[in-house]
Structures are given as C-alpha cells and as structure tokens.
T-cell receptor
Framework: DGGITQSPKYLFRKEGQNVTLSCEQN?????MYWYRQDPGQGLRLIYYSQIVNDFQKGDIAEGYSVSREKKESFPLTVTSAQKNPTAFYLC????????????FGPGTRLTVT | QKEVEQDPGPLSVPEGAIVSLNCTYS??????FMWYRQYSRKGPELLMY????GNKEDGRFTAQVDKSSKYISLFIRDSQPSDSATYLCAMRRKAAGNKLTFGGGTRVLVKP
C-alpha cells in the first residue's frame, strides 16, 4: 500500500521548544516538499528536496530546518525561531522535480502555546 | 498583491447544480495549471492538470484556461454532497522545476 505518511496527526508544544515532524514515502519518489497551510492562504512552500542530501529553501524557510539523508524520509524541524508555528503542515512528493503531480500526505496539525 | 487570487467562499449550492470556481493570476510566466481538492483536515489530491488555453474535461469536471486574461476555472457538473471540500488552484512556471504556487482555496458546500 503505497503513499505518504505523516506523524503525528496532532502535535502540541510549548513555545520555545523545537519540534520535528515526520514524513515518509514509499512511492520511490525523488522529490519531496514541505508546505504550511494557514486559513485563507493556501499552501506555502517551506523547503523542497530534489535528491538525497540536497534541499532548497522555499518561500517561507525562516525558522525551519530539514534533512534528506534517505530517499524515503524528509523530516521538518520547527525551531523556536519560527514566530508563528501553529499551522497545518503538509508533506508531498513527486517522481521528479519536473513532474507536475505532487502527492500529499494527510498532514500534521501543530499547535504551539 | 498575491500572485494567485482565489475567492475563499464559502460557495453553497444545491445538489445537482453546477459549481463554478475560478482563479486569477498576475504572472504570465505561469504555464501549467492544476486543481486540487482537499477534504477537511486531509491532504490535497490532484483533480485536473492542464497547460494550454481552452477546455479539458474529465467526467463531471471541466478545467478552463484563458492565458490572455490570466484566468482559470473549474466547473463541476451534477454536484454531489461528496464534492463538498476546499478546491485549490495551483500553477507553476516552465523553468521552476516542480515549485507550485497555490491559490488560497475556495470552500464548497453541496447541500442535499
């Protein structure tokens, strides 16, 4: 059963703590992406990776960090430097950076208080 | 000003009606256009993809692109309660890899 998994579905943290969101795919996709979704703002790209051990900043990378040590995994760390971390985070993957179709995971709702 | 504008709705229609959604964009470099459907608290799923001006049909769905007006539309015929979701338009430039720019999404409610 192929797809993208994100865990956990809901995550609660205290302000000032770093938190890591998990994203795993078994689609054998080369490219992976992290988006943030806020009400009324659609999806905004945080980071993306086209191959293992390489990643690029998206439009709103400040306060976030990623790693891509394995093809199937692309974890996102929300650091304490992110001023408004409460949001819905979506991970996606695609066959290649030129592929138009991105497959999305179910998302993680992060709440920081 | 956002690169891609989309009315947030909500758009409420009776079952069986045609749902009409649209997005406008400001950057003529956008060449590829997509519509995603997102159910509440789920990840988006691709509905339609097109890269040329004109219409593209897939079952009850029709995507329309007018590059001269920088305007895209999605029509859903014979709408069903299961079509109730948020619909997101997305676009990408030819030389931008797979970096997508999304509209804010329109929430649609189809009432039985």
């Amino acid at each position: 059963d192929g797809g993208i998994t994100q865990s956990p579905k809901y995550l609660f943290r205290k302000e000032g703590q770093n938190v890591t969101l998990s994203c795993e795919q078994n689609l054998n996709h080369d490219a992976m992406y992290w988006y943030r979704q806020d009400p009324g703002q659609g999806l905004r790209l945080i980071y993306y990776s086209q191959i293992v051990n390489d990643f690029q900043k998206g439009d709103i990378a400040e306060g976030y960090s990623v790693s891509r040590e394995k093809k199937e995994s692309f974890p996102l760390t929300v650091t304490s430097a992110q001023k408004n971390p409460t949001a819905f985070y979506l991970c996606a993957s695609s066959m290649a950076s030129s592929s138009y179709e991105q497959y999305f995971g179910p998302g993680t709702r992060l709440t920081v208080t | 000003q956002k690169e891609v504008e989309q009315d947030p709705g909500p758009l409420s229609v009776p079952e069986g009606a045609i749902v009409s959604l649209n997005c406008t964009y400001s950057n003529s470099a956008f060449q590829y256009f997509m519509w995603y459907r997102q159910y509440s608290r789920k990840g988006p799923e691709l509905l339609m993809y097109t890269y040329s001006s004109g219409n593209k049909e897939d079952g009850r769905f029709t995507a329309q692109v007018d590059k001269s007006s920088k305007y895209i539309s999605l029509f859903i015929r014979d709408s069903q309660p299961s079509d109730s979701a948020t619909y997101l338009c997305a676009m990408r430039r030819k030389a931008a890899g797979n970096k997508l720019t999304f509209g804010g999404g329109t929430r649609v409610l189809v009432k039985p």
